[in-house]
């Protein structure tokens, strides 16, 4: 499979648990993308990397979320401290500098 | 600020029908992107076709055409000769700036649903 690839696909846990969700990008692709979405809404932007720089953060991730790209290739998205509000899809998605962006198929999260 | 409005929240069209899906947007660059997303219940966000704000034609991908009216600020897709398959979420998206980062601001979405 040559998609991007996002684990778990669902993740429920208890409100003040940390979760990390990892993104597996298409292998050519230099530039990550974090967004989130929740019931009945459009995607909305959360990071973004360039290699292993992280190049701009949304004032939508807020100081519990954490992103990492260390080796320029796969991303973890930690939450810690999750709250109800967290629950939602997180779609990662990749693209080279000048091609549209290429999504995966998201990881449902619920905060019980 | 940039937004997009998407104002049919769902449509309901007979297969093999033509269907169009609003879209209008707000940015005050002159130099933006437009873009149409596909989200079946699977979740994946599928790209659909890509319109730039300077590209004097309207963009086309096979069924897919998107109608650019700049003045109007309306970036429509249209759907010809529609499938069952077509039946999903559709997302109208923006970009402002042509080059850079791919912060795209999403509409509402549209829910299609196509009835044999």
């Known amino acids: 499979d040559t998609g991007v690839s996002q684990d778990p696909r669902h993740k429920i846990t208890k409100r003040g648990q940390n979760v990390t969700f990892r993104c597996d990008p298409i292998s050519e692709h230099n530039r990550l993308y974090w967004y989130r979405q929740t019931l009945g809404q459009g995607p909305e932007f959360l990071t973004y990397?360039?290699?292993?720089?992280?190049?701009?953060k949304s004032r939508l991730l807020s100081d519990r979320f954490s992103a990492e790209r260390p080796k320029g290739s796969f991303s973890t998205l930690e939450i810690q401290r999750t709250e109800q509000g967290d629950s939602a899809m997180y779609l990662c998605?990749?693209?080279?500098?000048?091609?549209?962006?290429?999504f995966g198929s998201g990881t449902q999260l619920s905060v019980l | 600020a940039q937004k997009i409005t998407q104002t049919q929240p769902g449509m309901f069209v007979q297969e093999k029908e033509a269907v169009t899906l609003d879209c209008t947007y707000d940015t005050s660059d002159p130099s933006y992107g437009l873009f149409w997303y596909k989200q079946p219940s699977s979740g994946e966000m599928i790209f659909l076709i890509y319109?730039?704000?300077?590209?004097?034609q309207n963009a086309t991908e096979g069924r897919y055409s998107l109608n650019f009216q700049k003045a109007r600020k309306s970036a429509n897709l249209v759907i010809s000769a529609s499938q069952l398959g077509d039946s999903a979420m559709y997302f109208c998206?923006?970009?402002?700036?042509?080059?850079?980062?791919?912060?795209?601001?999403f509409g509402q979405g549209t829910r299609l649903t196509i009835n044999p």
């Open positions: 998206a923006m970009r402002e700036g042509l080059q850079g980062a791919q912060k795209l601001v």
């Open positions: 319109q730039g704000s300077y590209d004097q």
């Open positions: 990397f360039q290699n292993e720089a992280q190049l701009e």
């Open positions: 998605a990749s693209s080279l500098v000048s091609t549209s962006l290429f």
